[in-house]
Each structure stands twice: as structure tokens, then as C-alpha cells.
């Protein structure tokens, strides 16, 4: 049986670190029925729409993709596909995790720090209006009691099942006192739910202060959109790098997989791009999807990869190309999954 999937390769550095990751996910003998589609700005130059209706069918139909990055113009321009594609499938958790590998040179050892990201709302609801006359803008930051809801719902839950015991709330109630206010009660008030899990906050500014310093006290955190958006490369700096940090946009019936990462367009095309991050978020699909061996096989495989560190790709030091890492780890891969089957 192969699972019905939608397949993104996106803008930029997408088609390629898209490619190794299909590539390693082939090795591991689960089969994907993959239904390709372009949306961004490629998309866009090829037939005027970044996000054809053809895109928001495959995926309402596969309720599961595996994308790569979508080139935003910066200024004007469309509105991002990204956040227009989670707030049209309502994915509304965005889970960054971001944890230490051998090798990648992160001024820490032994991380593995969980960042909850709500994805629907707050700054990229996309409210914002500018006065012509008089020159003013206004971006909106809508926070909704039943977004907030949901996602520190998701979690607390997602924290207990996995086992972790801390999980703290990131938040500027201080200033925003009504949308971060109201986030900050809510967590609060939903902590009681769950006595097995510390629970705490911390005001936005301190909090990337302590993440550099002593990021290793701190376990699961839980935020609005853009702290997450923020926060989450800022975590990618303490472990290697944009390079090597999955992420997974989760609703309650659909999810898209994605890196943490964007189409590097200083990079593009040269076969140099780094596949881990993509390849983290398709050992993501894989667990969500319940493939747990062959998750499992493809932890251990990246692993010993960088243990080795003999197939690193420059961003980390190394001279491999995304093409040679690629054929390397789905080596490792298929040997994981036959030594698995013994
Ligand atoms: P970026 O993440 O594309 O690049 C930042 C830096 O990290 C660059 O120096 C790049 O070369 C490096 N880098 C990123 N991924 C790498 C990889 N896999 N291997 C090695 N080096 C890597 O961020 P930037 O430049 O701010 O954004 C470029 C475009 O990507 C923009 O149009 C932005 O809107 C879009 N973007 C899309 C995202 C998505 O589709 N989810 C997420 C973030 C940005
Ligand atoms: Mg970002």
C-alpha cells in the first residue's frame, strides 16, 4: 500500500533538498503514491497564480504533503503562500524541535528544546491597512480565544505523550496586554489540566536572551506566530544552523511538512544545500503517519551520518554536495531498516 501524498518542491533550494528527501524516504521501503504540484513563485511566473486552485485540491484531497520552500516578495507583492495554505487547511500548530546532531558545530551539545508556534493568527492574520493621506500603517495582531486555545491545548498534549516535563509560554502580556493577556491566562488556566508538566512563562525579550545563554534549562515552549517564527531560527542558530531544522504544520485532519528554512536564494542551483532540515520533517511525516521503524531507522542513519561527519555538506564544514549526502544517508538508511527486519 503506498500513502496518497502531496508533493511540493517550492522555489529556490526546494527542488533540490525536495529531491534527497524523497530519495532517503524511498530507502526506507515506505511507499508514497506522491502527487507533484507547483505553487510560489515559480508558479506564479508560470501561470500568474502562486497558489493554483489545483494545489488546495491535491492537498484537501491527501490531507498530507511534504513541501519545499515558497519565495515570499519582500514588501509588496502576493500575500505568502505559507501562511495562506495554513490558515486555509486551519494548521494551526507549527512544531519546530530543534535538537543537537554530532558534528554540526552549534555552540551547545545535547539540545533538544520543542518550540510550539501558532500558525493561523496573531501578526499573519493578515489584517493591515495603510492610510494613504496621512502615511500610516497598520499591521493587526489578531489572537483569538479559540486559536490560542488550540494550540496550547496541542501543546500540553503533544508534551505529555512524548514525556516531557516542562513546558513554558512566551508571551509580551506586558505590553500587549490584551492579545498576549489573554494568551498568557489561557495557558495558565489550562495548566491545571496537566500536573505532570511544569508549567511557567517568560516575557519574549528575556526569553532569546536565556535561549542563548542557557538554552539547555529549558524543555518545550509554546507561543504566538511571529515570537515562533523568530524564536524558532534563533534555536536553529544553537544547533547548526537553518540547515539542519525540521518542522511540521499540524491541523486536526491534514498536515504539511516543511522545513524551518527558506529557498536560500544565495545558494539555489548549485547543489549545495543542506537536505537535513527537509529530511527531519519527513522523519516527522513519517511518526505522524505512525511509520514509527522506519522513523526510527532514519533518526539513526542521520545520526551515524554526522557522526561519521565524512559526508557533510559546506553550510556545516564539510564539501558534500546535497546529491552525495543524500545517496549516503539512504545508504544508511536501507542498511537501518534491513538490520530493523533481522
Ligand atoms: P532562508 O532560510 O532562505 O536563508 C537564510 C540563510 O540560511 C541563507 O544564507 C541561506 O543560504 C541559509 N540556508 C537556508 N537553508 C539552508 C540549507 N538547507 N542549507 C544551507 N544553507 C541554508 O531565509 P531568507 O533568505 O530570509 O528567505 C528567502 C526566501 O524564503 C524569502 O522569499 C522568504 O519569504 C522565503 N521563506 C520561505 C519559507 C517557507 O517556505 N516555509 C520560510 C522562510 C522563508
Ligand atoms: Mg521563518
Known amino acids: 500500500m503506498a500513502y496518497s501524498a502531496t508533493l511540493l518542491p517550492g522555489d529556490g533550494i526546494g527542488p533540490e533538498v525536495i529531491q534527497a528527501a524523497q530519495r532517503v524516504l524511498e530507502a526506507t521501503g515506505v511507499a508514497f503514491d506522491w502527487d507533484v504540484?507547483?505553487?510560489?513563485?515559480?508558479?506564479?511566473?508560470?501561470?500568474?497564480?502562486?497558489?493554483?486552485?489545483?494545489?488546495?485540491?491535491?492537498?484537501?484531497?491527501?490531507?498530507?504533503?511534504?513541501?519545499?520552500?515558497?519565495?515570499?516578495?519582500?514588501?509588496?507583492?502576493?500575500?505568502?503562500?505559507?501562511?495562506?495554505?495554513?490558515?486555509?487547511?486551519?494548521?494551526?500548530?507549527?512544531?519546530?524541535?530543534?535538537?543537537?546532531?554530532?558534528?554540526?558545530?552549534?555552540?551547545?551539545?545535547g539540545l533538544d528544546i520543542l518550540l510550539y508556534r501558532e500558525n493561523t493568527e496573531g501578526l499573519y492574520a493578515g489584517i493591515e491597512y495603510f492610510d494613504e493621506r496621512n502615511q500610516i500603517a497598520d499591521s493587526i495582531a489578531r489572537v483569538t480565544r479559540k486559536g490560542s486555545e488550540k494550540i496550547i491545548r496541542f501543546a500540553f498534549e503533544d508534551a505529555k505523550r512524548r514525556g516531557r516535563k516542562r513546558l513554558t509560554l512566551v508571551h509580551k502580556a506586558n505590553i500587549l496586554k490584551l492579545s498576549g493577556g489573554m494568551f498568557l491566562s489561557i495557558g495558565r488556566e489550562m495548566a491545571k489540566d496537566y500536573p505532570g508538566i511544569a508549567f511557567d512563562d517568560r516575557i519574549i525579550d528575556n526569553m532569546a536572551m536565556q535561549l542563548v545563554i542557557h538554552p539547555e534549562k529549558y524543555d518545550c515552549l509554546v507561543t504566538t506566530n511571529l515570537f515562533g517564527d523568530i524564536l524558532s531560527d534563533l534555536m536553529a542558530g544553537l544547533v547548526g544552523g537553518l540547515g539542519v531544522t525540521g518542522a511540521a504544520n499540524i491541523g486536526d485532519d491534514c498536515a504539511i511538512f516543511e522545513a524551518v528554512h527558506g529557498s536560500a536564494p544565495d545558494i539555489a542551483g548549485q547543489g549545495i544545500a543542506n537536505p537535513t532540515a527537509v529530511i527531519r520533517s519527513s522523519e516527522m511525516m513519517l511518526r505522524h503517519i505512525g511509520e514509527m521503524a522506519a522513523a526510527d531507522a532514519l533518526r539513526r542513519a542521520l545520526h551515524a551520518t554526522y557522526e561519521d561527519a565524512t559526508h557533510l555538506t559546506s553550510d556545516l564544514g564539510g564539501s558534500a554536495s546535497t546529491e552525495a549526502f543524500a545517496a549516503h544517508l539512504a545508504e544508511r538508511v536501507a542498511q537501518e531498516m534491513e538490520t530493523a527486519q533481522v
Open 37 to 109: 504540484q507547483q505553487a510560489g513563485l515559480g508558479a506564479f511566473e508560470a501561470t500568474g497564480d502562486p497558489l493554483p486552485q489545483a494545489v488546495l485540491d491535491s492537498i484537501a484531497r491527501t490531507r498530507l504533503a511534504l513541501k519545499g520552500p515558497l519565495t515570499t516578495p519582500v514588501g509588496t507583492g502576493f500575500r505568502s503562500i505559507n501562511v495562506r495554505l495554513r490558515q486555509h487547511f486551519d494548521l494551526y500548530a507549527n512544531v519546530r524541535p530543534a535538537q543537537s546532531l554530532p558534528n554540526t558545530d552549534g555552540p551547545f551539545d
